[in-house]
């Protein structure tokens, strides 16, 4: 086989994995959305995110499982992860817990609640039986564009619903308070906002979105497992920070808020693009949240090293050392 | 208006960190007044304020506001009758915030907030006239992050957001210590001026003898957590900074070996 012929059907392989890419990164950009709300807006590094994930996701299913119209089972998995959220809220803002451990204690929690809702360790459902809202099965490329397409636009669809709601929220009284808490926790007390209240709803409905995600994930993926969420948040902060600096390089001073909670999303769809790549070149799935954590180091590491480059210490003792080259013996002596 | 019975504050209790802070801390300010707070480091300036506005729990004592006992109010709920400033300019404005978003949060403090816009059209204009007042050119960069400001241009703010919507009460713990000596004298120049025109009621923790000396009507001083000495009117006004060292010296039985004060003893300001 000749070299074109490889890179043509490299090329279709990828092609036709595209819409589920794109499908699967706006899902778990949704996740991402609601991390952005804790750890880029709150400034809280909020572990639940691998719990609440599952929960939506077991509670959605089961939901539809039982015969539940596909929207109330949504619903259900947004609240389910509000209430996630909610927990890790009270342990941190009621009994003092610190954020990380109070994130990290839930999350364990709910492992077992996860499992008690599935009842066994995975459940799947059928999408010939059920009328699930997303299918992975749909997005094939043999499908047609009407279907896949509109698969895809589903996921876009929803997307765009929450970011509007979003931005609509953050710029009300209420999101105005929650910004101010995450940013200056002292200033927000004294212009009178009660600062444990707002953390508390920021994780509450951080962990709503986390949840519905859950549920449309457990959909698409035509199946819930209690391990779901094992190291969800690196997807999601992978997701922020592709986006955030994406976003930056692309928007420059334009990068509002809109910007940010779509480019976080687009972090999502980044993130499976070069996940699909690394896969198609030959990595072994096995390797696959070794690889969101590369991902995740890079993009925080790149920013850091850039800025240090441009002032280190190192540099400076180079700079001090040619300045004073044949000044300091005769100086000392 | 205010008015503090003998309030104690002791941290660590019980601990080999103990401190008492407060020991016994009593004061009535008039509608109107103006106080200036000296005193050396440690003396408990901050405690007291910060005791006032609720920061932590009192251990005992009483807190009046407008005839309202509210030692058992919280922080954000007693923020409805307190405008505060503080000594570093990073801690009164939220840096990723708008100038005119971080004045929208001001001027809600004391209010329910709810999920109508965090501002509103008509807002923009009353600070736009607001802003161009501090004569600081803010009034063109309404929507630039407070981040990107001076420490000057921040605690020229904070003194905005905090008298925005009238306070009972406005509390500046050294507002102008960390801004070089023309921005300092500038925002004291403010602070007065806002005070005036609000006819506000104001505490004002200052090292500089002699801004203690020129503004306000009344001085107080304190030393190991309490107020040793009270001066208003017109024995306030023809005080000295050697009067107030040897008033020091006098009632706390030892020398103000203070460098802030001693410094600041050359400074006119
Ligand atoms: N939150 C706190 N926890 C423990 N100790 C505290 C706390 N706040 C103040 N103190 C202690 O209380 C005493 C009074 O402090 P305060 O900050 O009121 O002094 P001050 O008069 O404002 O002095 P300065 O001029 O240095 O600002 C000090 O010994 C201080 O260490
Ligand atoms: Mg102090």
Redesign the pocket.
């Known amino acids: 086989m000749n070299l074109l012929a490889i890179l043509q059907s490299e090329l279709t392989q990828f092609g036709n994995a595209l819409p589920g890419v794109i499908s699967q990164g706006l899902i778990w950009g949704i996740m991402a959305i609601g991390v952005y709300i804790t750890y880029k807006i709150l400034d809280f590094p909020d572990l639940t995110v691998d719990g609440s994930i599952g929960t939506g996701g077991a509670v959605a299913l089961m939901l539809i499982l039982n015969g539940v119209p596909v929207w109330i089972a949504l619903i259900a998995a947004f609240a389910a992860g509000c209430l996630a959220g909610l927990v890790t809220g009270l342990l941190n803002t009621l009994l003092g817990i610190p954020g990380i451990l109070a994130g990290i204690l839930t999350q364990i929690a709910l492992y077992s609640v996860n499992l008690a809702i599935l009842g066994s360790a995975n459940k799947s459902i059928s999408v010939d039986k059920f009328p699930l809202l997303l299918s992975s099965r749909r997005v094939a490329v043999s499908g047609g564009f009407a279907v896949f397409g509109w698969e895809v636009g589903k996921c876009v669809l929803i997307v765009a619903v929450l970011t509007a709601v979003l931005y609509w929220f953050f710029g009300t009284e209420y999101g105005f308070t929650i910004r101010a808490t995450g940013c200056n926790s002292n200033m927000a007390r004294a212009q009178g906002i009660n600062t444990k209240k707002s953390t508390v709803i920021a994780l509450v409905l951080s962990n709503g979105l986390v949840g519905l995600s859950g549920g449309l994930l457990a959909q698409y993926q035509g199946f819930a497992d209690v391990n779901m969420g094992r190291g969800a948040i690196v997807i999601g902060l992978a997701a922020v920070i592709i986006g955030e600096v994406l976003g930056s390089a692309i928007m420059g001073k334009r990068f509002n808020f809109v910007a940010r909670l779509a480019f976080t999303a687009t972090g999502g769809i980044i993130y499976y693009l070069v996940l699909q790549i690394v896969m198609q070149i030959g990595l072994d799935s096995t390797y696959n949240k070794l690889f969101s954590a590369i991902v995740v180091v890079i993009f925080l590491a790149v920013p850091y090293i850039r800025n240090a480059a441009k002032t280190s210490y190192g540099r400076a003792a180079k700079n001090a050392a040619s300045r004073a080259i044949g000044k300091g013996d005769s100086e000392d002596a | 208006m205010l008015e503090l019975i003998d309030v104690k504050k002791t ?2 209790a019980g601990t080999i ?1 103990e ?1 008492k ?1 407060l020991n016994g801390v009593s004061i009535k300010l008039d509608e109107g007044d103006f106080v200036t707070i000296i ?10 304020l ?1 005791a006032v506005a609720g920061v ?1 729990p009192i251990d005992s004592g009483a807190i009046i506001i407008n005839g309202k006992n509210v030692a058992g109010l919280p922080e954000h709920k007693r923020a409805a009758f307190i405008g505060r400033v503080f000594q570093d300019p990073m801690t009164g404005t939220a840096a990723t915030m708008e100038i005119q978003e971080n004045l929208a949060l001001a001027k809600r403090r004391g209010n329910p907030r709810g999920l109508s816009w965090g501002i509103k059209r008509a807002e923009r204009e009353e600070y736009h006239e607001l802003l161009k007042m501090l004569d600081l050119g803010l009034e063109d960069r309404m929507t630039s992050k407070v981040g990107l400001l001076s420490g000057g241009q921040r605690q020229a703010l904070t003194l905005l957001m905090a008298t925005l919507k009238k306070p009972d009460i406005l509390l500046l713990d ?1 507002h102008t210590a960390a801004l070089d000596p023309k921005t300092a004298a500038k925002v004291l120049e403010l602070s007065d001026k806002i005070i005036e025109e609000n006819h506000l009621t104001a505490m004002m ?1 200052t ?1 500089n003898m002699s801004a203690a000396i020129k503004h306000g009507n009344r001085l107080i001083m ?1 030393n190991g ?1 309490h107020i040793i000495y009270d001066v208003k009117g017109e024995e306030k006004k023809n005080l000295t900074v050697d009067m107030l060292l040897e008033k020091f010296e006098e009632a706390s039985g030892m020398a103000l070996s203070n460098d802030r004060m001693l410094l600041s003893k050359h400074n006119d300001m």
Not at chain 2, 39 to 48: H, I, L, V
């Open positions: 941290f660590n960190n401190k802070a005193g050396g480091n440690g003396a408990g300036k901050s405690t007291t910060n932590w050294e923790v090292h304190m957590g």
